[in-house]
C-alpha cells in the first residue's frame, strides 16, 4: 500500500518538474491554502477535503502564476501596459513596465490583480532578458 501511495505521489508531482520557478511557487502556495480550507469546509472527512482542496488550489495557482508570468513577460518585451480580464469581467491583472537597467538588461514590472473591483495584489517584480549581470567582486 506504501508503495502505491509512493509511486501515485511522484506521478503527481512530475509535472512540477518542467515548471518554472513562479509556477512552482503558484502551485505551493494555491496548494497550501487550498488544503486548509478544504479541510476546513470538509466536516465529516477532513483528510478528503484537504486532499480535494490541495490538488485544485495547486492548479489555480499555479494557472494564476503562468498568466503572471506570461504577461510580465509580454510587459518587458513590447515596453507597454499589459492587461488581462475573465470572461465574466469580475477577475482584471494588468503588468506596467517601470524602469529599464540597460546594466542588468533588466525591467521592473508594475502587477496588480483585481477581483471583483477590489485589489488584492500590488507588487513590482524584476523581469530580466534571459540572464541578469550583476559585477561580482
Known amino acids: 500500500m506504501k508503495k502505491a501511495v509512493a509511486i501515485v505521489m511522484m506521478l503527481a508531482l512530475l509535472p512540477l ?6 509556477h512552482t511557487e503558484g502551485a505551493v502556495t494555491g496548494g497550501a491554502v487550498g ?3 478544504g479541510a476546513l469546509l470538509d466536516h465529516k472527512n477532513p483528510w478528503r477535503g ?3 482542496g490541495a490538488a485544485l488550489g495547486a492548479v489555480l495557482g499555479a494557472t494564476i502564476a503562468d ?10 518585451t513590447t515596453g507597454r501596459p499589459v492587461e488581462y480580464r475573465t470572461e465574466d ?7 506596467e ?23 488584492v495584489k500590488d507588487q513590482v517584480r524584476e523581469v530580466c532578458e534571459s540572464t541578469r549581470y550583476e559585477r561580482g567582486y
Open 17 to 22: 518538474a518542467a515548471c518554472t520557478q513562479y
Open 35 to 37: 488544503g486548509v480550507a
Open 50 to 52: 484537504g486532499v480535494i
Open 67 to 76: 498568466i503572471s508570468y506570461r504577461a510580465s513577460r509580454e510587459a518587458y
Open 89 to 95: 469581467g469580475r477577475g482584471v491583472y494588468r503588468a
Open 97 to 119: 513596465p517601470l524602469d529599464y537597467d540597460a546594466r542588468t538588461r533588466c525591467r521592473k514590472i508594475h502587477e496588480r490583480v483585481w477581483e471583483d473591483g477590489r485589489l
